[in-house]
Nanobody, 111 residues
């Protein structure tokens, strides 16, 4: 029953960058699956990136080359570095681990 809290969202111009953080309430050393998802208004929640066993990583085609997922077990934190942001990246971003979801953080990309 780990708790997850996302942070780092905000308003950014196209081409800008943001770094999202997901802080866990307990050690994530033994959690072998964590991921970032996003949901835009009127759209289904979709997988953005996931990291398995701290090594195997998958990205949605739409973010490959622009986003980087990573985890710091010592800090009990999952990260999502987002570069070259586009308006279509606008969504609420959620951290996910096992069966637990964070509350989400809003990312808005607009001129």
């Amino acid at each position: 029953q780990v708790q997850l809290v996302e942070s780092g969202g905000g308003l950014v111009q196209p081409g800008g960058s943001l770094r999202l953080s997901c802080a866990a309430s307990e050690t994530i050393f033994s959690i072998n699956y964590m991921g970032w998802y996003r949901q835009a208004p009127g759209k289904e929640r979709e997988l953005v990136a996931e990291i398995l066993s701290g090594a195997i990583i998958h990205y949605a085609d739409s973010v490959k080359g622009r986003f980087t997922i990573s985890r710091d077990n010592a800090k009990n934190t999952l990260y999502l570095q987002m570069n070259s942001l586009k308006p279509e990246d606008t969504a609420v971003y959620y951290c996910h681990a096992l069966s637990v979801w964070g509350q989400g953080t809003q990312v808005t990309v607009s001129s």
